[in-house]
C-alpha cells in the first residue's frame, strides 16, 4: 500500500479520535456546568471539580455506552462507584447518577434528574462537596454520569451504595397540540407525572397546578393530564400548601424544605427535630403552620454547633442560615480549615451583657434655674440663700429641700421693707441731730 495511502488513513483516524475525545469532554464539561448552574439557582455551594471523580464517572459512562448497560450501577468487572473512585486516586465517599437515552442532551439529563426526587437528592446534597461527570455515546444513545464525593483522610469502610437507579429514558408519543394551543397527554403503562414533566421539558409543579393534583399524586394508564394551557388561559389559582409532608422513599429534609420553598431550621423548629434525625418512609413532617395552628415554643437559639462525622463548613452554615464567610469570620478560621466530629463551632454571635443600673441615691439632684426666671438683683440671691439657711436651722432633722429660685413679684416687698427701714434710721438720726443742737445752743 502506498505511504501516502497509509498516512492519509492514520490522520484521518487521529482526527476522528481527537473530534470524539473533544466531543465527550464537551458533554460531559456541559452536564457539570448544568448541575452547577442548578446548584447556584436554589442557593446551594457548587460542586468543585475533581479530576479522580471525573475519572470514574468516565469510566462508567464508557462501560454503559459499550454495552447498554442500565440495570444498575455495576460497571466493568463487577466495579462499584466506590470501587471506581478508589481506582481513579479518590480517598472518601462517593454516590452516583446516571441519564441516559435517544439523543440525550446534558439539559434534558438535568431535567431528568431534577424530576425524579432520588436522583434530585444527589443534585441538592449538602454532605458532599466535589463532583466530576462523564459523557459517552453509542451512536444512538447518549450517557451522562455524575459523581460527587466527599474526601476524607482514609478510606471509608464498609460502604453501602446509596446511588439512585440509573434512567434510561426510552421515546415517548409525545401528543400534538390542539387547535387552542392546548396539550393533553394520555398516561401509558409505566409512565408517571415526574417522567411526563422530563419527556415535555415542563416542571413538575406546573403539572401539578393545571392538572389539580397534590404532590404525591400517582396517576393510572388512561389518565389524561393536561401539559400545557389553551392559549391565553389564565392558570387555576394554586391550591392552598398542606401543612404536611409524607416523606417518600429517599427525601432528606433538605429536599422537602426545598420542595415547600423553606428553610431547614423552620422544619426542624415546627417539628421539634435534631438536626441529624433519621426519617423513615410514610412519616409525617410538618412543613408550615395551618391558619389556626399556634406556633410551637421558641427554642433557645444555639450558640455553637457539634460537628457529626462527614459534614462540611458549607452544611453548617447553610443549616444556620449563614454565608459561608459568616461563619468562617465567626470562628477565625478559612475555608480550608479541617474540622474534626466534635469540633464546636460558634454558628451565631452572643447578645451583649447589658451594663448593672446603679441604683438611686439620696442626694438631690441641683437645683436649676427656669431659664424663663430672673433674679432681680443680689438682694433677692442673698435672701434666698438665708431663707434656705434658716429653714435648715429650724428643722435639722427634715430633709434638705431646695428652694426655688426668687421671681420678680417675690422680690418686690423684701426691695420695699429695707428702704422702709432706712428712711426710719435716717428720720431718728435726724431728730436726734436736732436735740443735740439745741442743747448745745440754750
Not at 465517599?93 to 440525550?104: C, P
Not at 401543612?243 to 424544605?257: D, F, N, V
Not at 409525617?284 to 395551618?290: I, K, P, T
Not at 479541617?338 to 451583657?353: F, K, S
Amino acid at each position: 500500500m502506498n505511504k501516502k495511502w497509509i498516512l492519509g488513513i492514520l490522520l484521518c483516524l487521529f482526527m476522528v479520535v481527537g473530534e470524539t475525545t473533544a466531543v465527550h469532554a464537551q458533554s460531559a464539561s456541559a452536564i457539570f456546568q448544568e448541575v452547577n448552574q442548578f446548584r447556584s439557582n436554589n442557593g446551594l455551594a457548587p460542586f468543585e471539580y475533581s479530576n479522580a471523580l471525573a475519572a470514574a464517572a468516565q469510566n462508567q459512562a464508557n462501560f454503559m455506552a459499550a454495552n447498554t448497560v442500565f440495570s444498575s450501577h455495576t460497571g466493568a468487572g463487577g466495579s462499584t462507584p466506590q470501587s471506581r473512585a478508589a481506582a481513579a486516586g479518590y480517598v472518601g465517599r462517593v454516590t452516583e447518577n446516571i441519564v441516559g437515552g435517544t439523543g440525550m442532551t446534558a439539559a434534558r439529563g438535568l431535567v431528568w434528574w431534577v424530576s425524579s426526587p432520588v436522583h434530585y437528592n444527589t443534585l441538592i446534597t449538602s454532605r458532599y462537596q466535589e463532583a466530576g461527570t462523564g459523557f459517552a455515546s453509542n451512536g444512538t444513545d447518549n450517557f451522562y454520569v455524575l459523581v460527587v464525593g466527599q474526601p476524607s483522610d482514609a478510606p471509608p469502610q464498609n460502604v453501602v451504595d446509596d446511588s439512585p437507579e440509573p434512567l434510561y429514558i426510552t421515546p415517548i408519543t409525545l401528543a400534538q397540540p390542539a387547535e387552542d394551543g392546548s396539550i393533553v397527554h394520555v398516561v401509558q403503562e409505566g409512565q408517571a407525572l415526574w417522567s411526563l414533566a422530563a419527556h415535555y421539558e415542563v416542571t413538575l409543579s406546573d403539572l401539578l397546578l393545571f392538572n389539580s393534583l397534590p404532590p404525591n399524586a400517582i396517576v393510572q394508564p388512561g389518565d389524561r393530564i393536561t401539559i400545557r394551557l389553551a392559549d391565553g388561559a389564565a392558570p387555576p389559582p394554586p391550591p392552598p400548601p398542606p401543612p404536611k409532608h409524607t416523606r417518600l422513599e429517599g427525601q432528606s429534609l433538605w429536599s422537602i424544605a426545598v420542595q415547600y420553598n423553606v428553610k431547614l431550621g423552620e422544619i426542624l423548629w415546627l417539628n421539634s427535630m435534631a438536626e441529624d434525625i433519621v426519617l423513615q418512609p410514610g412519616e409525617l413532617v410538618r412543613v408550615r403552620l395551618a391558619p389556626d395552628e399556634a406556633p410551637p415554643p421558641t427554642p433557645t437559639p444555639i450558640l455553637y454547633h457539634a460537628v457529626r462525622s462527614e459534614q462540611t463548613l458549607w452544611e453548617i452554615a447553610l443549616t444556620y442560615g449563614l454565608t459561608l464567610d459568616q461563619l468562617l469570620a465567626f470562628n477565625n478560621i478559612d475555608q480550608n480549615t479541617i474540622i474534626q466530629p466534635g469540633d464546636q463551632l460558634l454558628v451565631r454571635q452572643a447578645e451583649p451583657t447589658p451594663l448593672p443600673t446603679l441604683p438611686p441615691t439620696d442626694t438631690p439632684p441641683p437645683a436649676t434655674l427656669n431659664p424663663t426666671q430672673t433674679p432681680t438683683s443680689a438682694s433677692t440671691a442673698v435672701s434666698a440663700s438665708l431663707s434656705q439657711t434658716s429653714n435648715f436651722v429650724a428643722t435639722p432633722n427634715a430633709p434638705v429641700e431646695t428652694a426655688a429660685p426668687a421671681t420678680t413679684e417675690e422680690a418686690g416687698p423684701t426691695v420695699v421693707s429695707i428702704i422702709t427701714i432706712l428712711l426710719v434710721g435716717l428720720l431718728v438720726v435726724g431728730v436726734l441731730a436736732v436735740v443735740v443742737l439745741r442743747s448745745e445752743l440754750f
